[in-house]
């Protein structure tokens, strides 16, 4: 009988174990990954980024981002030469209050503004060709094809919902992830096609990501930090969180997920966790040499973040020593 | 209107005489001197709000807003900044937020002067947020407002603004 507080201590010992040191590995599966800068863009002297938000890349290598603070959008040659800039500040056509998040799709810039409803479409050459009246503000989106694009709402009730809508802003239909009601903003999500009509969705306030079909259903769901709770504070009239769990998700070729953490992480707004997307298994992490509030993977594997408070984009090359994989620029 | 005490200007000047070290490339330097100590209207501008394109839009719209006289003759800027971190950080840090006034300043064609300051050197007279500062002519007092500013201190504010143009002061 005396030894049974012993068993339990080292039994509590055992279990902490467990969830020190970050995520735990499915070992068999471990991949070393590094990354490799190859283009940094905008420097802390020049005029080319002031604070770039969104980011997209074409498959000749152009990269597009978005800038807040001087209302635009900017497009640069694979050499990393700014090559375009369109958009001022105001309501117009082309124009942008809050320019935000950036999709690229069969030869169509799709862009949003924080303070504007709709998506704007700009071609290649960043001329401005059209609108999609969206009514509710966009917390994420992505462009499955030219006549639908998958929309997370940012709005007070309705945080647990995919919105597929058309070309004209119509809504196609809905894919509901969750049932349950969660308090402003908890259920918030940024999402990534999975391209077989499926989502994989991050939770920026829960240790959650998960994989859902057409439907909504969950095929898997994973916890990597052990995040039970998220600091909440009251403001105005609302008690918003206050603490991101994940920032951002991303998608490489072979369909692996990169999810960037966010204030729980060990390196805050820096580590990559690198996850199987068919099981959603961890199979690795590393760690951006500055903070980001995004992730981008474009379609030759090229990872892009943030450096120096968004005044910097750089791109780096994803290096698995395991496979020996080489990604060529 | 909400006013403090005119012992706050004594305070407040030599901190700003003080603190005023990173003048903002896109104005022009005899600009700078011709508003040196001149200015009534002073906008302090939270770094905070360049992460709140809302937030910083409220501070677009009222500078629109103030008459192009007072605003291009008495009216300046000044840009806080947190306090700088000792590990050689700080200049990294200093040049970032200087380039993000820049291009801020640039793209909504300011024409006063701005100025970055360290929060350490102005919390203790500027208060939290952004804030609107006041110093009316011929007056003691300070009427300082924090952003966003009501419906009633915008129409307050304007008022103030016409008294100062039709008794010439601009």
Same mark, same amino acid.
């Given at each position: 009988m005396r030894k049974k507080p012993l068993w339990i201590v080292c039994g509590v010992l055992w279990f902490l174990s467990l969830r020190v040191g970050g995520p735990a590995f499915e070992k068999e599966e471990a991949v070393p990954i590094r990354i490799k800068e190859v283009l940094s863009i905008g420097s802390?002297?020049?005029?080319?980024?002031f604070q770039w938000v969104g980011i997209a890349a074409d498959r000749e290598g152009f990269i597009y981002v978005t800038d807040a603070l001087d209302y635009s959008l900017k497009k640069f040659d694979p050499d990393g030469r700014m090559v375009g800039k369109q958009g001022q500040k105001?309501?117009?056509?082309?124009?942008?209050?809050a320019p935000r998040l950036l999709e690229f799709h069969e030869g169509r810039l799709y862009v949003t503004d924080q303070s504007r409803p709709g998506i704007q479409i700009f071609d290649c050459d960043l001329n401005y060709r059209g609108h999609i009246p969206v009514l509710f503000p966009i917390s994420s989106f992505k +462009?499955?094809? +030219?006549?639908r694009i998958a929309v997370v709402k940012l709005e007070m009730k309705t945080g647990c919902e995919i919105e597929i809508l058309n070309n004209k802003g119509e809504e196609l239909r809905r894919v509901r992830f969750q049932t349950k009601q969660s308090p402003f903003l908890m259920d918030l999500v940024d999402l990534a096609a999975d391209g077989r009509g499926g989502y994989f969705l991050v939770y920026i306030f829960r240790d959650q990501i998960v994989h859902v079909d057409e439907t909504g259903a969950i095929l898997w769901a994973q916890s990597l930090l052990g995040v039970k709770k998220v600091k909440r504070k009251k403001m105005s009239e609302m008690t918003l969180p206050t603490e991101v769990v994940y920032k951002d998700i991303a998608l490489d070729s072979e369909g692996r997920i990169y999810v960037l953490g966010g204030?729980?992480?060990?390196n805050s707004s820096r580590d990559v966790y690198v996850l199987n997307?068919?099981?959603?298994?961890l199979l690795g992490t590393f760690t951006l040499p500055d903070t980001s509030h995004c992730i981008h993977i474009d379609e030759r594997d090229h990872l892009f973040a943030r450096a120096n408070d968004g005044v910097t984009l750089k791109m780096f090359k994803l290096l698995f020593s395991k496979e020996r994989r080489e990604y060529v620029r | 209107m909400r006013g403090s005490s005119i012992g706050q200007i004594f305070l407040f000047l030599p901190v700003l005489s003080v603190f005023l070290v990173f003048p903002i490339d896109s104005i022009p330097s005899d600009a700078v001197e011709k508003h040196e100590l001149s200015f009534h209207v002073l906008l302090v501008i939270d770094v905070s709000d360049f992460s709140c394109p809302s937030c910083l839009e409220l501070i677009v719209d009222f500078v629109r807003d103030i008459p192009s006289s007072i605003r291009k003759m008495r009216t300046a800027a000044v840009w806080r900044v947190y306090s700088p971190e000792e590990n050689g950080e700080s200049d990294l840090k200093s040049r970032i937020w200087h380039k993000k006034m820049r291009g801020f300043a640039a793209a909504n064609a300011i024409d006063f002067p701005i100025w970055m300051i360290s929060e350490s050197g102005s919390e203790a007279c500027f208060g939290d947020g952004s804030r609107l500062l006041i110093f009316p002519p011929r007056s003691g007092t300070v009427l300082s407002f924090s952003f966003p500013l009501t419906f009633e201190e915008r129409i307050n504010v304007q008022s103030l603004f016409d008294e100062w143009i039709q008794e010439g002061f601009h």
């Open positions: 802390l002297e020049d005029d080319t980024l105001g309501q117009g056509p082309g124009e942008f209050q +462009v499955l094809d +030219v006549n204030h729980f992480s060990k997307g068919e099981t959603g298994r | -």
